[in-house]
């Protein structure tokens, strides 16, 4: 199961058994091999990496990474989601999971599908 944490420094780094990102150099492997992310592409990916088992809603991703309101219709998320699955390959649907009409949810590698929330960490939350 994926770790968010190394000891040297908590919340810098995620690893599983094919996926790593460093958060600090902004960087991530898959399979060992350098990820070639555009930035919004790593941005989505860090927010669900960093809410990992939580849903996070479209409005949340749509205001977090691209500054959009609630007003505002648009696909780029679905759009990035694509291409971020695309370059994910074999793995995409492991890590990335749609949950309709709501938003997406990451899945650490081997992670039950239904995990219960944590409770050392807040919930994601919306606001206005």
Known sequence: MGSLQDQSNP???YRDEHLSLDFRQQLTMLD???????????DLLAL???HAAEIVPREALLMQ???????????T???HIRRLRKKLGVYADQYIETIFG???RFQPFHAPRFQAPSVDRPAFAVTA
């Open 48 to 50: 669900l990496v960093q």
């Open 32 to 42: 060992s091999h350098a990820l070639s992310l555009t930035r919004k592409e790593y």
């Open 11 to 13: 919340g810098s780094l």
């Open 102 to 104: 709501i938003g997406y």
């Open 77 to 79: 998320l679905d759009v």
């Open 65 to 75: 990474i691209w500054g959009y309101g609630a007003e505002i219709r648009t696909r």
